[in-house]
């Protein structure tokens, strides 16, 4: 696990050092740096050592110093790559660094090896050749990257702190972004929350061309649905159970121990079971609020439960919810963007980081099997003498009211008001959301199910689960792998019949049965649940005074962003205790800190 930075063209020498200084926190245990001074061209990286400490090191370049390669992640298929490659004479100097094994294939096989790599990774490519910069993100964007274009300097970075280091023009705060934020939470697709800063989407790779300086953007895998019939509900079970396992002991690869997040939750808990089924040994670490009404939320038990069934060395981080308040800055600091989404992960990742280097989480479960239900009311609409409605027939209208309006936050027609008087226009996020929704159906998604599971996994799994748990916990030097995403077990989900992978009345069924004899018998019929953060009696609180100082009417006008009458007018109703605005003034809160930081 890395952090990548480079620069193509006008630079100044100490720009890249800047750049890979500002994320040691992504590699605190070595460093390394390549320069191609003919043509402009720099790459460095912070290496967080986890598999072939000495054959590991990075950048790697080639015996003609025609490449150079930087690189983030891990391929967890890469024994097998290897040994493919070594049966066509490939000959490898490390023991078996998997950066070693990408950069042999892109070699040989350019962007047509991408599909093959079953991992979480980011890279950038230097061809000195034909002065061409290659960048490459994993299928489903687990590893973060990021590219900004100014005048006659190109430059990349895992996190958006590096790029901002630059004394380059990284543009306005994009106006769009910022519309669709608060009724998401998060900033959807491949722009950032900067004009000039972009993101390469998840599953795709970038070309630039010193020569022209032109930019390419090609996706090498998009998610799809292709339904196999003719198997049984138990053979599906079979399939899974089989497939997670194999999964769980690829991603568990590494040369340190590895730790688990076990929330007592489904997803988390079927990873732990099946982790000691493959012989891994891992530590879990649980966290719990004390509190009044914990009792009501609070999974300990069931986590403890878990791990006393599989004779896991387990650790509970318990904490006063008001210790989130104390983090909340470095919180902010380490996200890069606004974020108005569940922060209490950060405690679980900075305990892990404090042991361990690798850590395995459930992030992908929910996505893949029954995504929250928010797809219940949207088909529930069509059933009748005339059947479902395949995806491309759902309007506009029925998505806005069905879904949008139902799950969501800010409504676009509360965000008319916000911005009212404001340069940001009406974005629509019902119809952004909509428009990936018929996507899906576009690419051959045949039923409500899977185009929504489609749509979730292109924007929320991958731009606020997956952006959150890599920058909380990098901020603590701590890899977190997703086994839910491996290759083979997606493309496993991907061919069950979207009937069969989640039903109206029991979401996760399918996984839940499929698991079912790795869990503690409490654990399978119990309900998911969720940390509740007091955040609107913080609001009125502990928070008061902070809130009245960023949405102070005079820092809302110098802003220019919202309608300061509209904002007090709700902050007033919230604090007097007339009216709940949480869900409006938690992200107004967040997106100031953000903008304060």
């Known amino acids: 696990m890395c952090g990548i930075v480079g620069l193509v063209g006008a630079q100044i020498s100490d720009w890249v050092q800047a750049m890979n200084d500002v994320q040691s926190h992504r590699g605190p245990d070595d460093g390394g740096a390549y320069f191609d001074d003919q043509n402009m061209v720099s790459l460095a990286m912070r290496r967080l050592a986890i598999i072939d400490f000495a054959g590991g090191e990075q950048p790697i370049i080639s015996a003609d110093g025609r490449y150079a390669i930087v690189y983030n992640g891990e391929i967890f298929n890469a024994p097998e790559l290897r040994c493919e490659l070594e049966a066509d004479g490939v000959a490898f100097t490390s023991d078996h660094s998997d950066t070693e094994v990408l950069f042999q294939l892109l070699q040989r096989e350019g962007t047509s090896c991408l599909p093959k790599l079953n991992g979480m990774f980011s890279f950038a490519l230097w061809d000195k050749q034909k002065r061409e910069l290659l960048l490459g993100r994993d299928r489903f964007g687990i590893k973060p990257l990021h590219y900004l274009e100014s005048g006659s ?272 226009a009406d974005y629509a996020t019902s119809h952004f959301l909509r428009e990936r929704f018929l996507d899906a159906g576009r690419q051959g998604a045949s039923t409500v199910r899977d185009a929504h599971a489609i749509m979730d996994c292109e924007t929320q799994l991958c731009d606020e689960f997956l952006l959150m748990t890599d920058r909380f916990s990098m901020a603590h030097s701590l890899e977190a792998r997703t086994p839910f995403l491996d290759n083979g077990f997606v493309d496993l989900v991907s061919r069950i019949p979207a009937e069969i992978r989640t039903s109206r009345s029991d979401l996760k069924g399918l996984l839940r049965d499929s698991v079912a004899p790795l869990l503690p018998p409490e654990l399978v019929g119990a309900p998911k649940k969720g940390f509740v953060i007091p955040l609107g009696k913080w609001l009125r609180a502990e928070l008061k005074d902070i809130v009245r100082e960023l949405l102070s009417e005079e820092k809302l006008k110098q802003q220019g962003y919202f309608n300061p009458e509209f904002v007090l007018r709700r902050l007033a109703e919230h604090q007097d205790g007339k009216k709940d605005h949480t869900y409006f003034l938690w992200p107004m809160l967040m997106f100031q800190l953000w903008q304060a930081r």
Request: glycine share 10%; aromatic share 14%; with cysteine.
């Open 153 to 424: 300097t190109f430059a990349f970075a895992s996190e958006i702190k590096s790029l901002k280091v630059l004394p380059l023009d990284f543009g306005k705060l994009d106006a769009e972004s910022i519309y669709h934020y608060f009724s998401l939470l998060y900033v959807p697709g491949s722009q950032t929350a900067y004009s000039a800063i972009k993101r390469v989407p998840p599953g795709s790779f970038l070309k630039y061309s010193l020569d022209d300086r032109s930019v390419e953007v090609q996706p090498f895998w998009q998610m799809h649905f292709a339904p196999e019939n003719g198997l049984s509900r138990e053979d599906w079970c079979s399939a899974i159970r089989e497939e997670l396992g194999a999964a769980v002991s690829r991603w568990a690869w590494s040369d340190v121990p590895v730790a688990i997040s076990l929330s007592g939750g489904l997803d988390s808990s079927a990873l732990a079971g099946l982790a000691v089924q493959q012989g891994v040994n891992l530590k879990s670490f649980s966290l719990g609020f004390s509190g009044d009404g914990e009792e009501d939320w609070n999974e300990l038990p069931l986590a403890r439960k878990v791990a006393e069934k599989w004779g896991m060395e387990h650790e509970e981080i318990v904490l006063d919810p008001k210790v989130l308040l104390d983090e909340l800055p470095q919180m902010v600091a380490s996200l890069d963007e606004p974020y108005g989404g569940g922060l209490p992960s950060w405690f679980v990742f900075k305990g892990m980081g404090e042991q361990f280097k690798v850590a395995v989480t459930g992030s992908g479960g929910d996505e893949l099997f029954g995504n929250y239900g928010k797809w219940l009311s949207l088909e529930a609409r069509w059933l009748g003498r005339f059947g479902r409605r395949k995806p491309l027939e759902i309007t506009e209208e029925n998505f806005r009211k069905n879904m949008f309006d139902q799950f969501y936050y800010a409504s676009d027609s509360f965000k008319k008001e916000l911005f009212a008087g404001t340069d940001i």
